[in-house]
């Protein structure tokens, strides 16, 4: 039972280079989510997707880009990484993010920690 | 835009002491109010939830948390601290924004228990 699964766990990086974070969840959830999490600050939302094509912006989305090119996979792309998208980042995904439909309850990968040098 | 206010970023109790972990929210309408613990090197998993009926909420591990409307809060306790429950505790609530649910977390509260 895999549930949300991101790679790669751990990747350094330096100033200016590029790459991309994958989530793949094996529950059929409509909506998925990357998250990033800093010391002191919780989780902040990054970018979300309510369906396999769709995408929109969180709470901080410079500096990235998504894509969700398939239900089950939700891509997170750096072009240029700063030293300030250090972080560790967290993909969840939910059954529904409808008002009055569901809970919103989301189920979390284990974290891509990502050092920009 | 709501918000969650986690008071205390550290708690430090003796194992078999009380654990009361504080959260409070902003929200103009009832909101639907969850409790997810990271250990470490791992991601969150859900700890309780609030959505309706019984203010009081059992969730796994021994914890509670009761919703006060009232007061706009819902904090988590725990009657009898283990060494295994320390980890980082993040209260959350939902957001109906364009339609859709999202989670606001607060920034956290790392729980510490010594022997």
């Known amino acids: 039972n895999a549930g949300v699964t991101q790679t790669p766990k751990f990747r350094v990086l330096k100033t200016g280079q590029s790459m991309t974070l994958l989530c793949a969840q094996d529950m059929n959830h409509e909506y998925m989510y990357w998250y990033r999490q800093d010391p002191g600050m919780g989780l902040r939302l990054i970018h979300y997707s309510v369906g396999e094509g769709t995408t929109a912006k969180g709470e901080v989305p410079d500096g990235y880009n998504v894509s969700r090119l398939k239900k089950q996979n939700f891509l997170l792309g750096l072009e240029s990484a700063a030293p300030s998208q250090t972080s560790v980042y967290f993909c969840?995904?939910?059954?529904?993010?409808?008002?009055?439909?569901?809970?919103?309850?989301?189920?979390f990968g284990e974290g891509s920690r990502l050092t920009v040098l | 835009a709501q918000s969650v206010t986690q008071l205390g970023s550290h708690v430090s109790v003796s194992e078999g002491a009380l654990v009361l972990l504080r959260c409070n929210y902003s929200?103009?309408?009832?909101?639907?109010l969850f409790w997810y613990v990271q250990y470490p090197n791992q991601g969150l998993q859900l700890l309780l939830k609030y959505t309706t009926g019984a203010t009081l909420v059992k969730g796994i591990n021994g914890f509670e948390a009761e919703f006060k409307k009232s007061e706009t809060s819902f904090h988590l306790t725990k009657p009898s601290a283990h060494m295994s429950d320390a980890a980082e505790y993040f209260c959350?609530?939902?957001?109906?924004?364009?339609?859709?649910?999202?989670?606001?977390f607060g920034a956290g509260t790392r729980l510490a228990v010594h022997p």
């Open positions: 929200s103009s309408v009832p909101p639907y």
């Open positions: 969840a995904s939910s059954y529904s993010g409808l008002a009055g439909a569901g809970t919103g309850e989301l189920f």
């Open positions: 959350a609530v939902s957001e109906v924004s364009g339609g859709y649910n999202k989670l606001i």
